[in-house]
């Protein structure tokens, strides 16, 4: 796995590849506009331009967009899904200027028990902001959620459905596993034996090669909490053993791994980067050493 960070943007493209160079990121995500906007202006064509050369040049990638918190996918208020399909299309047009992988995005609420019916209209969604985009062609990367309220998506097999429904309407897609989300919607990612479980699960809903991207994050709550609270890797209950055991499925070697912790900007990002690295050194090294260092990941 490639390991990064999600990293600050709000000085400009070139200064959040700055950044991710010093935080020795060999993989990015970002938010290619105010996460917490509608809309905003579009970044200037040569900035877009130097960023993608920066990051090729630096060898950093995949790079991955992460689309803002207001889209929401799966609503039945016609006036929010509006606004929904104008943004994503938004999102997808800034994420392909900028030579990213794919647009991470959340599925939004559950707008029916009916899961069929929730997935024909995130798909909905999709192709309606996808005729808006108008040629702008980015994969969709669709992420779990923790499973609090009426969120859609906490199950693998709910994630599953849609990526195979995009697909079948011709929408590149793939999956990004947050395991923050996915420990505290109840899969228990502490033991080899969980990864294993979830990387079979993976490989028979969807192949398991549809997994591009993994948010790396420990969780402060407990297994099956809801709790979507980020915590720095080994300092939860996910722990430095469930985060050793990751790396040894290589199944999953194929994503990329980006940390989005709480915390100073660089200081939590470096540690963090910095943990896993020796976490998937020390799973290369072998299953004993492995332990050890997952015992004294700080």
């Known amino acids: 796995m490639r390991i990064g960070a999600h990293i600050p943007v709000a000085g400009g493209l070139l200064e959040g590849a700055r950044y991710a160079l010093e935080c020795e990121c060999e993989t990015v995500q970002l938010f290619a506009k105010n996460p917490r906007r509608w809309l905003a202006p579009r970044r200037a064509p040569e900035e877009e331009e130097a960023f993608r050369v920066r990051c090729a040049e630096s060898c950093i990638g995949p790079v991955f967009s992460h689309a803002s918190y207001l889209i929401n996918p799966g609503t039945r208020d016609d006036d929010l899904w509006s606004r929904t399909c104008e943004a994503l299309a938004d999102e997808m047009a800034r994420t392909a200027r900028i030579g990213a992988a794919g647009l991470v995005m959340h599925l939004g609420t559950r707008a029916s028990q009916d899961t069929a019916a929730c997935v024909r209209r995130i798909v909905e969604t999709a192709q309606r902001a996808v005729d808006l985009a108008q040629g702008a062609s980015v994969a969709l990367v669709i992420e779990n959620s923790a499973g609090a309220g009426s969120q859609f998506g906490s199950r693998i097999e709910e994630v599953a459905s849609c990526l195979a429904a995009l697909r079948d309407r011709g929408i590149p897609s793939a999956i990004c596993l947050d395991t923050c989300h996915a420990f505290a919607a109840g899969t228990d990612l502490r033991t080899s034996d969980g990864w294993s479980r979830l990387a079979s699960t993976l490989d028979s809903s969807c192949g398991v090669e549809s997994l591009v ?32 055991a990751m790396f040894a499925e290589a199944r999953l070697a194929g994503a990329a791994a980006i940390v989005e912790m709480p915390g100073d900007p660089k200081v939590k990002d470096r540690e963090n980067v910095s943990r896993l690295k020796r976490l998937r050194d020390a799973a290369e090294e072998g299953a004993d050493r492995g332990r050890e260092r997952a015992e004294d990941v700080r």
Request: hydrophobic content about 40%; aromatic content about 6%.
């Open 213 to 244: 991207l993994v948010h790396a994050n420990d969780s402060k709550g407990a297994l099956g909490s809801r709790l979507d609270r980020h915590e720095w890797i080994g300092d939860g209950a996910i722990s430095g053993t469930g985060f050793a």
